[in-house]
């Protein structure tokens, strides 16, 4: 199936400072994630009919309120996120997707995959094998899963399905396309793992705060992303705490037991 990628220069905190949207299909096409108004989006916008994002963030969506009215094209949202998609984007989708619902992309049709971690209704488009997967994956570095909206056991547990399809291209939102899949959807797994790890251990050596954990946990220099880095914190908290490894009530964590 036919995938143009739309790198588009958006406000965003990704160090791409882009957003790839992406245009499935020669004909009847399905475009994911506009992000903003850009000259190659308006290139295959006379082919677009449908139109669908990954996710609410203001840089997958910022466009699609525009380009709808343009192309006439019917916007698509995940199911139960109506309210959510409409204070996002200023518009009501025309139809909705759950887990499995095959959407039209030129002569073909994606499946839509549920993927939810760093965004509650994150979800991934599979094109015959090759995932259009917003903000799941990226080929370097690693993805921003912060709490309260993002959930870090949904995320491994996105990751783990991506991996157990063995698709044969990944298809992100900020960097390059990943042509290993697999070996990137481990590499961000075990990075979580290690995290993990070390904020279990940070509370269990005397860390009781979002902020004294940061300072124990991570070994490099936060400037500029330490909001980031505490948000990701507490997703790990809420984790650990739901498994039972420690006790956490959103300020104060304690070794369990």
């Given at each position: 199936m036919h995938i143009e990628r739309l790198p588009v220069a958006v406000p965003t905190r990704a160090p791409s400072g882009e957003t790839a949207a992406y245009c499935i299909g020669r004909e009847e096409a399905l475009l994911v994630d506009p992000p903003a108004p850009d000259t190659?989006?308006?290139?295959?916008?006379?082919?677009?009919e449908h139109i669908a994002v990954t996710h609410h963030h203001p840089d997958h969506v910022g466009a699609v309120s525009e380009?709808?009215?343009?192309?006439?094209?019917?916007?698509?949202?995940?199911?139960?996120?109506?309210?959510?998609?409409?204070?996002?984007?200023?518009?009501?989708?025309?139809?909705?997707?759950?887990?499995?619902?095959?959407?039209?992309?030129?002569?073909?049709?994606?499946?839509?995959?549920?993927?939810p971690g760093h965004a509650p209704e994150h979800v991934a488009f599979d094109a015959a094998g090759a995932l259009v997967?917003?903000?799941l994956a990226v080929a370097a570095?690693?993805?921003?899963?912060?709490?309260?909206?993002?959930?870090?056991?949904?995320?491994?547990?996105?990751?783990?399905?991506?991996?157990?399809?063995?698709?044969?291209?990944?298809?992100?939102?900020?960097?390059?396309?990943?042509?290993?899949?697999?070996?990137?959807?481990?590499?961000?797994?075990?990075?979580?793992?290690?995290?993990?790890?070390?904020?279990?251990?940070?509370?269990?050596?005397?860390?009781?705060t979002v902020a004294s954990i940061l300072d124990t946990a991570y070994e490099k220099d936060l400037d500029g992303v330490r909001d980031l880095a505490g948000q990701t914190v507490r997703a790990h908290l809420d984790k650990l705490a739901h498994?039972?490894?420690?006790?956490?009530?959103?300020?104060?964590?304690?070794p369990a037991g």
């Open positions: 190659r989006i308006e290139q295959v916008l006379d082919r677009v380009y709808a009215r343009i192309a006439d094209a019917t916007v698509w949202c995940r199911y139960g996120r109506g309210d959510g998609f409409e204070a996002a984007t200023g518009i009501r989708p025309d139809r909705t997707f759950r887990d499995g619902t095959e959407v039209p992309a030129g002569r073909s049709n994606v499946i839509v995959r549920e993927t997967v917003g903000d570095g690693s993805v921003v899963v912060g709490a309260p909206e993002g959930d870090m056991r949904a995320y491994l547990t996105s990751l783990r399905r991506v991996w157990a399809m063995d698709p044969e291209r990944l298809y992100p939102a900020h960097g390059p396309v990943i042509d290993e899949p697999r070996k990137v959807c481990e590499r961000l797994i075990n990075h979580r793992r290690d995290r993990e790890r070390r904020v279990l251990a940070a509370v269990e050596d005397g860390s009781r498994e039972g490894h420690i006790t956490w009530d959103g300020a104060h964590a304690d």
